[in-house]
């Protein structure tokens, strides 16, 4: 809880485009797997994680938002599970309107390219590369952001050889750009940072790099490390 007695509520939600699914059979659960592990690992006694699932028409995000919206979220994650057009994220991240965080979190370090280049079905190749996918729509998504003047930060992992992830914690560019943009509940700034960066931490990232808005710097001078 917060200094005054808030929950952190946290918006949740995976992407994709409708149009994947009847191509490449078990894609979609294999992704709504994915965000429901994230889920799971946000949540604890002092966040309540408002879990929306994989948001994949134009038409689903707006009710997404407005879903966001009723539930009065401080923050939203988008998660960025396979590639999307802009479009399907740009409605529920704006009627949110709340700061967003982006994460660009693979599944793994790399594709088990032995196992890949054995399927002899090229769908089913494209359904397995898709899983992979999630740093494709990234620079777009980040793009409109910053024309549309959404508050975000980026998410990254660097993962190695061995499939863990680093347990550093690097927030790069200004670490109180959310704070300067968000209009919530809670009254200590100081505690509403912790909160977030913990809640970075427990998805165990290796680097945070963050995404402003045109009137905001993007250099390192302002930054915190976590160990």
Known sequence: MNSSG???KVGLFGIGLDTYWPQFPGLQDRLIGYTEQ???KLANSQVRVINLGLIDTPE???VAGHEFRRADVDLVFLYVTTYALSATVLP?????KVPVIILNLAPAAAIDYDRFNHMGDRAKMTGEWLAYCQACPVPEIANVFNRCRIPFFQVTVCARKNGSVGKRLHIAGNNNFLLRRAQLGANDGDRWNSQVVGLLRKLRVG???AGN???DHNGDDDHDKYN
Not at 92 to 96: G, P, W
Request: hydrophobic share 50%; proline share 5%.
């Open 207 to 209: 680097r945070a790099a």
């Open 38 to 40: 994230v889920a799971l």
């Open 213 to 215: 808005s045109p009137d």
């Open 92 to 96: 529920a991240v704006r009627r949110a």
């Open 60 to 62: 689903k995000s707006l």
């Open 6 to 8: 808030h929950q952190l």
